[in-house]
C-alpha cells in the first residue's frame, strides 16, 4: 500500500547540481522516495495524498549529514569544557580506555539515546560514528528512525585491549548490524587513526576491509604533526603512502581531519577517490598548535575531494549544532587565512549532499530531488530572525540553528512533527541520561554539577590510563624522531 506525502507552499532549497531554490515549492513523496520537486499548485492543498502538509512560512532542505562524531560520552557534554587541554587528553583517554574494557556500558547506553535525541531535534538525519562498542548506538539510532554508520574503532598503540579481541568485536558487529533497519544502520571498518595504528594493524584492518568490500573505511588522518611520522615509523614515505601500499587509499576511504595535509597529500587524495570530514569547532576548541595550518578544505574542495561537516566530539565543546559547524567552518578559515574562503552554498552542500557522498550514499540521498530517499527537513523561517528571508543559503549556513527546526522526515518517515518527537520518549531518554552521569560521578570520583565539573587526581587518573599501547606508541615516535635528526 503507498504511502504519500506532499508539502507544499514551502520554499525548497533543493541542494541539487543546480542547486535549485522554488519560492514556493512542492514535493511529493511515495513509500519513503521523492518522487516530483515543483512549484506549488493552488490545487496541492487539496491534493489526494495520505498526508498534506501545508508547509507556508516553512524552509525544506535535505536532512544534515554529521560525516565524523564519537558519542559514547554524550552525557558529559559539559564535563570537559573549562579543563587545560592536557588534563582534558588524560581524562578522556582513562575514559575510553574503560570503554574498551566493556565498563561503563550504562553511560554509553543513555549516551546514544540522547545523541540521537538531539540529533534528530537538530535536523540531523544521518551520522557516521566512530565508537569503541557501538552496538547500542546503532540500536538507539536504528530506533530513532535516523540512519546511521557505524563501527568500533581499533588500535594497537593507543588501547590495550587485546588486537585479536578488537577485530572479533569488529566482525561479530558488521555481521549483526550491517544493512539492519532496512538498510539505515551501516557498518563501518575503524582504524582508529595514522598515529596510533602499527603497520601490522593497518594489513589486517585492509584484509578486513577486504572480506566485506562495500563497507566504508573510517579513520582519523593527517591530524597532527605525528601522522607522517608514524607513517614513517611504519616503513612507509608517510601516512597516506603507507594506506596506499596496504590497499586503503581508494574511494572507500573517508579520512577525518587532514589538518596538515600538503599539496601532495590533497593531489592523492582525489586521485584516490577518498573523502574527507572536517570538524572545525573541535579544533576551534581545543588546539594544540596555533602554528599549525589550517585544514586545506577549499584546496580539497578544488581538487575534488569530497568534503563533510562534522561535529565530532561534541561533548568537548558543548554543542550538537550541525548548523552551527558551517558557520564555524567560514569563521575559522577566513581568520587563519583571509576572508571569501567559501561562498555559502558551498558550506550548504558540505552540511548535506557533499556529506551523503562521503559515505557512499550521494546517490540515495543528500539533496531534494526525484529519485531520492525522503530525507528532509522543515525549518520555520516565519519568525524575525529570518525576516526579511534574503539569500536562504546564506542564512541556513550563518544564522540557522537546531531550534530553528520543525519536522523531520528520514526515509519517508516522519521523526519529528510540528516539534513533536513521534520515535522517542524524550523525557525517559532525558531521565536515563541524568540518572547515568550520577552513577558515573559516584562511582568514578569525577565531581559533575551545576558550576562545572572536576576529574579525579592525578594518581587515581594515571591508574585508569591504558599502559602498553601508549608506551609503545611513544617510544616508536621518539625512535623515528631519533633517526631523522
Not at 596538515?260 to 573541535?282: K, N, Q
Not at 525549518?379 to 527546526?405: E, G, I, R
Not at 540518572?435 to 591508574?463: H, M, N, Q, T, Y
Request: proline share 4%; charged share 25%; hydrophobic share 40%.
Amino acid at each position: 500500500m503507498t504511502n504519500e506525502i506532499l508539502l507544499h507552499d514551502a520554499t525548497v532549497l533543493t541542494v541539487d547540481d543546480r542547486n535549485r531554490l522554488f519560492e514556493r515549492g512542492t514535493v511529493r513523496i511515495e513509500d519513503g522516495e521523492i518522487t516530483e520537486v515543483r512549484t506549488s499548485r493552488d490545487a496541492d492543498r487539496g491534493a489526494d495524498a495520505d498526508q498534506v502538509i501545508d508547509a507556508e512560512g516553512m524552509l525544506a532542505m535535505p536532512g544534515l549529514v554529521n560525516a565524523h562524531t564519537h558519542l559514547e560520552l554524550t552525557p558529559l557534554i559539559g564535563a570537559f569544557s573549562d579543563l587545560e587541554l592536557g588534563e582534558m587528553m588524560g581524562s578522556m583517554t582513562a575514559i575510553y580506555e574503560r570503554f574498551a574494557e566493556g565498563d561503563l556500558q550504562y553511560l554509553a547506553d543513555a549516551g546514544y539515546e540522547l545523541a540521537a535525541l538531539n540529533f534528530l531535534l537538530g535536523g540531523v538525519t544521518t551520522v557516521n560514528s566512530m565508537d569503541l562498542r557501538p552496538a547500542a548506538g546503532a540500536e538507539a539510532f536504528g530506533d530513532a528512525g535516523l540512519r546511521g554508520f557505524f563501527g568500533p574503532a581499533i588500535s594497537d598503540l593507543f588501547f590495550d585491549v587485546p588486537v585479536d579481541e578488537q577485530f572479533a568485536r569488529a566482525r561479530a558487529f558488521v555481521e549483526e548490524y550491517h544493512e539492519s533497519y532496512d538498510g539505515r544502520i551501516r557498518a563501518t571498518v575503524c582504524p582508529h587513526d595514522d598515529w596510533s595504528c602499527s603497520r601490522d594493524l593497518w594489513v589486517r584492518t585492509a584484509d578486513l576491509a577486504a572480506e566485506y568490500p562495500e563497507l566504508l573505511v573510517h579513520t582519523h588522518l593527517l591530524e597532527l604533526d605525528q601522522s607522517d611520522t608514524m607513517g614513517r615509523a611504519n616503513g612507509a614515505d608517510d601516512s597516506l603512502d603507507l594506506l596506499e601500499e596496504v590497499g586503503l587509499l581508494n574511494e572507500r576511504l573517508l579520512g577525518a581531519h587532514y589538518r596538515v595535509a600538503d599539496d601532495e597529500d590533497i593531489r592523492r587524495t582525489a586521485d584516490a577517490g577518498a573523502s574527507v570530514a572536517h570538524c572545525p569547532s573541535v579544533f576551534c576548541y581545543w588546539n594544540p598548535d596555533p602554528e599549525m595550518q589550517w585544514t586545506p578544505v577549499p584546496e580539497l574542495r578544488d581538487a575534488g575531494v569530497d568534503v563533510g561537516l562534522g561535529i565530532d566530539d561534541h561533548y568537548w565543546h558543548d554543542s550538537y549544532d550541525l548548523f552551527g559547524e558551517a558557520r564555524q567552518a567560514r569563521l575559522a578559515a577566513n581568520l587563519k587565512r583571509t576572508a571569501g574562503q567559501y561562498d555559502s552554498m558551498e558550506l550548504v552542500r558540505m552540511l548535506t549532499t557533499e556529506g551523503a557522498r562521503t559515505l557512499g550514499i550521494g546517490d540515495e540521498t543528500g539533496s531534494i530531488e526525484p529519485g531520492k530517499r525522503a530525507d528532509l527537513v522543515l525549518l520555520d523561517v516565519d519568525t524575525p530572525k529570518f525576516t526579511p528571508l534574503t539569500n536562504v543559503p546564506a542564512q541556513v549556513v550563518n544564522n540557522a540553528s537546531a531550534a530553528d527546526v520543525a519536522t523531520v522526515i528520514v526515509d519517508g518517515e516522519f521523526v519529528l512533527h510540528d516539534g513533536e518527537v513521534l520515535t522517542m520518549d524524550a523525557e525517559a531518554v532525558r531521565e536515563r541520561a541524568t540518572d547515568a552521569v550520577d552513577r558515573f560521578a559516584a562511582e568514578s570520583g569525577w565531581e559533575i554539577g551545576l558550576g562545572g565539573a572536576d576529574p579525579p587526581g592525578a594518581r587515581e587518573l594515571f591508574s585508569d590510563l591504558p599502559k602498553r599501547g601508549p608506551a609503545r606508541l611513544l617510544s616508536r615516535l621518539a625512535l623515528q624522531s631519533l633517526r631523522e635528526r
